[in-house]
């Protein structure tokens, strides 16, 4: 089994600053791409960040707050400054994920973390 866990989200004044962080564990064979989801009420979740193999995407609505990273590759992070109210959403982890049992790459998820950023 794999697992992917987020945390660092809270809540934020605007124009502030968190850091989500996202670990995953389990029989991991290899982690190919890795990226944050957003999901704010009664809107559809999107994309807000990908990093593969060194190469980093972006919405362009968080273009040039946030940053992507990644660390021994089983960790990844948003770096998120310079927060707005409408970046208040669900955060979620995502990884393509190939394991020891199961030698392909699929999609796992983390559980989400609320960021809230209000004054």
């Known amino acids: 089994q794999v697992q992917l866990v987020e945390s660092g989200g809270g809540l934020v004044q605007p124009g502030g600053s968190l850091r989500l962080s996202c670990a995953a564990s389990g029989r991991i064979l290899r982690i190919g791409a890795m990226g944050w989801y957003r999901q704010a009420p009664g809107k559809e979740r999107e994309l807000v960040a990908t990093?593969?193999?060194?190469?980093t995407n972006y919405v362009d609505s968080v273009k040039g707050r946030f940053t992507i990273s990644r660390d021994n590759a089983k960790n990844c992070y948003l770096q998120m400054n310079s927060l707005k109210p409408e970046d208040t959403a669900v955060y979620y982890c995502?990884?393509?994920?190939?394991?020891?049992?199961?030698?392909?790459?699929?999609?796992?998820w983390g559980q989400g973390t609320q960021v809230t950023v209000s004054s």
């Open positions: 990093t593969n193999g060194g190469r």
């Open positions: 995502n990884g393509n994920i190939a394991t020891y049992d199961f030698n392909r790459f699929q999609a796992y």
